[in-house]
């Protein structure tokens, strides 16, 4: 497949197409009016808590719910890309192309992988970014290259995109002639999917994002690694992004029963509501509701390249994150 950059003064092919494709969503068709979704980084220095899980799901339940979302994959990992089938063999050009390369545009990366749904996909490639930036680190350039990647697409007046169907077909499977340029999309919510780290790709996402969504597990030492998140949080803000606040936690792989899991949630509860009425960048956190069951179900979608609304809909763990995303889309800090 060729891509070429966007001209945004002239029509290009793609616009050509658009015509005589339907909008997915003509009701968010506004070009020209400037961004104003809400930016969400899913950050946790600690592996395995939930973020990738919780970064497609929520993403999945938000676009159900009507709201097109934007999901950034900007782990080498590339758990996020594989989750929702997309394929590495099909991406001319991913995170890393983006962030490294002064000619590719966020327009030429991003796919459509269901109605409301699109994701900048990432490879294991992106690793290599930090050694790429570092010689910008200094200037402070290198923290601000995804904002600045993304502002002319979430800011867009026109752009190319690439359809893949979620759900019947794997997007593996599917001919690359088979998938055709999308509408621009007004973006209501944009999520950025965060490596355990907080390297300079999390600190990319702290400067581009409005909010943190910490998902983690109510596990001993859990708020300890809260108050480490939260330091490097009040740093960015800051010195970069004054803007950043923390919107709550999500806790991923609840076992009500527990004890432990009861008291980490009541220690968590308290640690926030200390800050209430501060100007701590947690002052107008929650603990989302309600928190997200371990499921198997779950755990078993990634492998199929599907969120769980396409895997199974009906399971606890689509129950969960469809309330999740009302919870999220109800509770807007910063305003
Ligand atoms: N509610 C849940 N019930 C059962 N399994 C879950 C649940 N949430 C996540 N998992 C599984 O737990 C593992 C870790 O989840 P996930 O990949 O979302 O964590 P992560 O924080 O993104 O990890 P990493 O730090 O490596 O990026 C995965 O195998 C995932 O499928
Ligand atoms: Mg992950």
Known sequence: MSVTATDHTQPSPAQDVQA?????????????????????????QKGGVGKTTTAVNLGAALARLGHPTLLID????AHLSLHLGVDHDQITHSMYDLLTDAEVAASQVVWQVA??????????????????????????????????KLMPLLN???????????????????????????????YQFVIIDCPPSLGLLTINALVMAREVIVPMQAHFLALQGLGKLFETITMVRQGINPQLRVGGVVLCMHEKQTLLAGEVIGDVKRFLEEARH??????????FDPPIRRNIKLAESPSFGKSIFDYDAACHGAQDYEKLARSVAAHRVGK
Request: aromatic fraction near 2%; glycine fraction near 6%.
């Open 20 to 44: 005589h494709t339907p909008p997915i969503s003509s009701a968010h068709h506004d070009s020209g009016a400037p961004f104003r979704g809400r930016v969400i980084a899913m950050m946790n």
């Open 115 to 148: 109605e409301n749904l699109a994701v900048l996909p990432a490879e294991v490639n992106l690793a290599g970014v930090e050694a790429e930036l570092a010689d910008r680190v200094v200037t402070g350039a290198a923290q601000n290259v995804l904002k600045l």
């Open 156 to 186: 867009r007046v026109s752009g190319v995109g690439y359809r893949v169907s979620q759900g019947s077909e794997p997007a593996h499977e599917q001919k690359p002639d088979t998938r055709t340029p999308i509408p621009d999309t007004r």
């Open 74 to 77: 900007l782990d080498p990992q």
């Open 278 to 287: 501060t100007d701590q960048p947690w002052s107008e956190a929650v603990v």
